[in-house]
């Protein structure tokens, strides 16, 4: 299946809770779902003051910062 991105690569989000940018690399790409699978991007970065483990989903993953 093709996704957007793949382990390695860098990419951002928006953190609702902190409400700014994070950037990480991609550990491991899921996949969800039946029939309409739904992506998401398992990272680590340190959120909220401590490491974490987060997955962004396919459709909040971004190339570059904005
Ligand atoms: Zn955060």
Redesign the pocket.
């Known amino acids: 299946m093709k996704t957007r991105f793949s382990i390695g690569d860098t990419i951002f989000w928006y953190?609702d809770?902190?409400q700014?940018t994070?950037q990480a690399k991609v550990k491991f790409v899921n996949f969800a779902g039946a029939g309409y699978p739904d992506i998401n991007y398992e990272v680590s970065t340190v959120?909220?003051g401590k490491e974490q483990t987060i997955f962004v989903d396919e459709n909040d993953a971004m190339k570059e910062e904005f």
Request: proline share 0%; hydrophobic share 15%.
């Open positions: 953190c809770i902190e700014c994070h959120c909220c």
